[in-house]
């Protein structure tokens, strides 16, 4: 009846694993190894697919890898964030879960084969002629999201100025901005950013909430009980841009409404006058058939994280869904001890699926996992969200600044969290079932 993996499918999947793993190398990295790999035959065009769009001049990454050059002198060190999947930053597991994304910048297997066999010969540049034509770069947009969109946002609201001393402990600014709308908006798409390039030093990242009054009913099915406080907007951090709603989705501004901010700072050693964050918002014309609701289905609530100085501590924490769902996407947020996160999903018959599972989590990459609309799970009321979470407080833990710490839930970076950001499609019964059977009769992956 409801889409999911089988067991018989799971059980598959696990033995290919474990086969892959027995071999003592994968067949295309056999072959890669035994043929001469180049920076223009095979890497250059790998780099131009899934590194360039940061590591160039005026992007987020600290080194350009436009050129043979660039990227020889670099080798070493790409081989082993290579390996190690860190690098690209996507580090969602391969082998477990839904693996269509909407943004997904993952390297496939026989690119992460080719690019180590690459290093591993010597880190050849073959025959120059043979490279693809350089990449024309188009001039920084403003707005991440305007070429998708197609326009500049049609509402634009900025944090209140804030100035940060040189040198001072972390610092959370909570101003409060009206957004001016007279009328009600349903909302197509989100970008928040760091307002110009001596604020995106300090702002290690930025919530913002939308306070309004509404009785939280609009756009729902009508027997969703949504834990409703402030509701969560849109969140910013190093590595997330905004994010577009599926075009049957939205979420809903009221008039008179306002962003409160939460903006966490972080002094870099040098004064930075008007720090500043700011939203740009895409509206639909008409309003969409639904309503999207930003949760947070933690491990583990304030006050109850439990990190032993020197130990893996695992946490877990479950919300019940009171209607059908969409889950649109699986956005983990942890600290410096940060070491995994999963979301399963227990269905009401008992059977469970793990539907994603980040199993090298990086602290300084917190990386929204898109899924694709028609791979995004879609559950039953009743179902049980799992999240998992695992913190490494031991010293073989390069980014634990002290495995001699108790570690326990709190705001600096030093303090840990285990939230799981998801967006959250409610359905009716109806529409929940003719998209299972829409599913089932599409061949679906079962
Ligand atoms: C989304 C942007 C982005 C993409 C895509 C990306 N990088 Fe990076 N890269 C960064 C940033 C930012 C850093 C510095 C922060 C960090 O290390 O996480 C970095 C760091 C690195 C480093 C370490 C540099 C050092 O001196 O420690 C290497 C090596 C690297 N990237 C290689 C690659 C390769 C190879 C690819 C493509 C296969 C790639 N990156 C794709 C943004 C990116």
Redesign the pocket.
């Known amino acids: 009846m409801k889409k999911m993996i089988s067991n018989s499918k799971l059980s598959k999947c696990l033995m290919l694993v474990v086969a892959a793993l027995a071999m003592p190398t994968l067949s295309f990295a056999q072959d890669d190894s035994q043929r001469e790999v180049t920076w223009s035959g095979d890497v250059a065009a ?2 131009q697919e ?2 360039m ?3 160039r001049p005026d992007s ?4 350009p ?1 436009l050129t043979y050059d660039q990227a020889k002198m ?1 080798a070493p ?2 081989r082993y ?2 390996e190690n999947r ?4 996507w580090h969602v597991n391969p082998d477990v879960g839904v693996q269509n994304f909407t943004n997904d ?1 993952g ?1 496939s297997a026989e690119q992460r084969a080719t ?1 180590l066999a690459w290093v591993d010969q010597g880190a050849l540049e073959g025959d120059p002629s043979t490279a693809p034509a350089p990449l024309v770069f188009e001039e920084a947009l403003e707005w991440r999201l305007e070429k998708d969109m197609g326009a500049a946002p049609d509402l634009v609201v900025a944090s209140e100025p804030y100035d940060l001393a040189a040198i001072t402990q972390d610092k959370w600014f909570r101003p409060n901005t009206p957004t001016g709308l007279t009328e009600e908006r349903w909302v197509k798409a989100i970008e928040i950013r760091p307002k110009n390039a001596e604020s995106r030093r300090v702002v290690h990242h930025s919530l913002a909430f939308l306070l309004q009054e509404e009785d939280g009913k609009a756009g729902l099915p009508e027997d969703v009980d949504v834990p409703f406080g402030p509701s969560l907007f849109m969140e910013w951090a190093v ?1 997330k841009a905004g994010q577009i709603f599926r075009p049957d989705t939205g979420k809903l501004m009221m008039p008179g409404s306002s962003i409160n901010w939460e903006m966490h700072l972080h002094a870099n050693g040098e004064p930075v006058d008007d720090v500043q964050v700011e939203l740009g918002v895409w509206f639909h014309d008409e309003p969409p058939e639904h309503r999207t609701i930003l949760s947070m289905f933690d491990a583990q609530g304030p006050n109850s994280l439990d990190i032993p100085p020197g130990e893996i501590a695992v946490t877990q924490g479950t919300f019940v869904l009171s209607a059908p769902a969409r889950i649109e996407n699986f956005q983990p947020h942890m600290h410096m001890r940060g070491k995994a996160m999963s979301m399963e999903a227990i269905y009401p018959n008992g059977q469970r699926e793990i539907l994603s599972f980040v199993d090298n989590f ?1 602290w ?2 917190q990386i929204n996992y898109v899924y694709e609309e028609d791979s995004a799970p879609i559950v039953p009321k009743g179902t049980m969200i799992v999240t998992r979470a695992w913190h490494d407080n031991t010293a073989s833990n390069p980014y634990n600044p002290d495995p001699e710490q108790w570690v326990g839930w709190g705001d600096r970076t030093v303090d840990e969290m285990a939230h799981n950001w998801v967006d959250v499609t409610y359905l009716g019964q109806e529409e929940y079932e003719a998209i299972v059977a829409e599913r089932s009769a599409a061949g679906g992956e079962d």
Request: charged fraction near 15%; charge should be positive.
């Open positions: 790998i780099f899934k590194c769009e940061c590591h987020i990454a600290p080194m890898l670099f060190i790409i964030r290579v860190v690098m690209p930053p910048r390297l690019i590595g990086q300084n990459w």
